[in-house]
């Protein structure tokens, strides 16, 4: 059975860092799609990084690009979002996410639909 739990989440000032962790069980980092998307309320899901954890290219929105960092530990079978410079806007419930579907052609890492396995999510709120 597949599992992903997130944590380090919190309350930060504009400015600050946080960094995401999802521990993943039932799959192997290192031979998986990982992503980290998220959501604020009124808002649709939105992809923020995500890469093939085999080596493929790490993709982020426009949006981070520059300030947020997707990486793994395949050891811990672990996957981290590092976020700097934080900004109210990004202000939402982060998931993680997996998939072990190495056929199927999306185009992108950052589409919901890319991933079959989803964590509960940790919520991230900066302040001004």
């Known amino acids: 059975q597949v599992q992903l739990v997130e944590s380090g989440g919190g309350s930060v000032q504009a400015g600050g860092s946080l960094r995401l962790s999802c521990v993943a069980s039932?799959?192997?980092?290192?031979?998986?799609?990982m992503g980290w998307f998220r959501q604020a309320p009124g808002e649709e899901r939105e992809g923020v990084a995500g890469?093939?954890?085999?080596?493929?290219?790490?993709s982020y929105a426009a949006s981070v690009k520059g300030r947020f960092t997707i990486s793994q530990d395949t050891a811990k079978n672990t996957v981290y979002l590092e976020m700097n410079s934080l900004k109210p806007e990004d202000t939402a419930m982060y998931y993680c996410?997996?998939?072990?579907?190495?056929?199927?052609?999306?185009?992108?890492?950052?589409?919901?639909?890319?991933?079959?396995?989803w964590g509960r999510g940790t919520q991230v709120t900066v302040s001004s």
């Open positions: 996410a997996a998939d072990s579907r190495l056929w199927l052609v999306t185009g992108t890492t950052l589409a919901p639909q890319r991933y079959s396995y």
């Open positions: 039932g799959v192997a980092v290192g031979r998986i799609f």
């Open positions: 890469f093939y954890t085999g080596g493929g290219t790490k």
